[in-house]
Nanobody
Framework: QVQLVESGGGLVQPGGSLRLSCAAS????????MGWYRQCSGKERELVAF???????NYVDSVKGRFTISRENAKNTVYLQMVSLKPEDTAVYYC????????WGQGTQVTVSS
């Protein structure tokens, strides 16, 4: 089993930046993909970005050019760098990891507002 701990959310003005972190522990050798979903109030959870064990990345169209996902293998940590944030990016962001199953973090709130 994989445990995930997220950090880095908060309140930021439109156009601002935040970096989310997700630290994995447990059966990390079994992880093939890590990434981020987000869920806005009253909406379904949306895949934002993911990165494979080989380093391939993918993004939802709405964040391309603004968000960057990366991983630091030595720290078993995945990051989501978010720039040029918009009010519509406001959501709870969940880290996930694919191993023998799907593992989720507890979620971190990102609020973009003036």
């Amino acid at each position: 089993q994989v445990q995930l701990v997220e950090s880095g959310g908060g309140l930021v003005q439109p156009g601002g930046s935040l970096r989310l972190s997700c630290a994995a522990s447990g059966s990390i050798f079994s992880i093939s993909v890590m990434g981020w979903y987000r869920q806005c109030s009253g909406k379904e959870r949306e895949l934002v970005a993911f990165i494979t064990s080989g380093g391939a990345t993918n993004y939802v169209d709405s964040v391309k050019g603004r968000f960057t996902i990366s991983r630091e293998n030595a720290k078993n940590t995945v990051y989501l760098q978010m720039v040029s944030l918009k009010p519509e990016d406001t959501a709870v962001y969940y880290c996930y990891a694919l191993s023998t199953g799907v593992n989720w973090g507890q979620g971190t709130q990102v609020t973009v507002s003036s």
